[in-house]
T-cell receptor, first 114, second 111 residues
Framework: AQSVTQLDSHVSVSEGTPVLLRCNYS??????LFWYVQHPNKGLQLLLK??????LVKGINGFEAEFKKSETSFHLTKPSAHMSDAAEYFC????????????FGTGTRLKVLA | SQTIHQWPATLVQPVGSPLSLECTVE??????LYWYRQAAGRGLQLLFY??????ISSEVPQNLSASRPQDRQFILSSKKLLLSDSGFYLC??????????FGQGTRLTVV
């Protein structure tokens, strides 16, 4: 069965410094992986997705993630944090066999300090 | 383009009352449909998913049920709400070739 583990429940960075949100996955199949962002009391917005094409995936708002099969990781990065990046981030794996279930990690709350 | 509608946005219901949350999708055919719940400070838990009309799979035992009476309609129901049913409920659709697309959610408070 597929699963994802987000290694940090909370991350704090200063504005202008790099962001690293960590995600490890477990999958019996070649996975499809996603990162979503949720601002307070809002729905979920897709940041980026990996679907077995390029291992370095670029998303919106300057975010990117690298799929590393040997490490079963899909960490989210951004070179320079902005105050508007403060939100909750979810790593998601999709079971690409039959039912296409989307399995969420427990989320990482990003705080950006002025 | 595809859109997903979910209503109501907020709901306050007494314990023991029934529940019906509705979700409809436009612009796509035969989507997979999903209901998730997000408890305060926690991730999203998959409650139900459906791969076709009348086909419902439950992920966790609970006080809720789901139905899919039409291809692009997904309903979450309860006969008698519990306090523990409070949370943020999200409907989503997806296919084998897409990410999951989410509605704006329903904030349910059971009092």
């Amino acid at each position: 069965a597929q699963s994802v583990t987000q290694l940090d429940s909370h991350v704090s960075v200063s504005e202008g410094t790099p962001v690293l949100l960590r995600c490890n996955y477990s999958s019996s199949y070649s996975p499809s992986l996603f990162w979503y962002v949720q601002h307070p009391n809002k729905g979920l917005q897709l940041l980026l997705k990996y679907t077995s094409a390029a291992t370095l995936v670029k998303g919106i708002n300057g975010f990117e993630a690298e799929f590393k099969k040997s490490e079963t990781s899909f960490h989210l990065t951004k070179p320079s944090a902005h105050m508007s990046d403060a939100a909750e981030y979810f790593c998601v794996v999709r079971q690409d066999s039959g039912t296409y279930k989307y399995i969420f990690g427990t989320g990482t709350r990003l705080k950006v300090l002025a | 383009s595809q859109t997903i509608h979910q209503w109501p946005a907020t709901l306050v219901q007494p314990v023991g009352s029934p529940l019906s949350l509705e979700c409809t999708v436009e612009g796509t055919s035969n989507p997979n449909l999903y209901w998730y719940r997000q408890a305060a400070g926690r991730g999203l838990q998959l409650l139900f998913y459906s791969v076709g009309i009348g086909q419902i799979s439950s992920e966790v035992p609970q006080n809720l049920s789901a139905s899919r009476p039409q291809d692009r309609q997904f309903i979450l129901s309860s006969k008698k709400l519990l306090l523990s049913d409070s949370g943020f409920y999200l409907c989503a659709w997806g296919t084998g070739n897409t990410e999951a697309f989410f509605g704006q959610g329903t904030r349910l408070t059971v009092v």
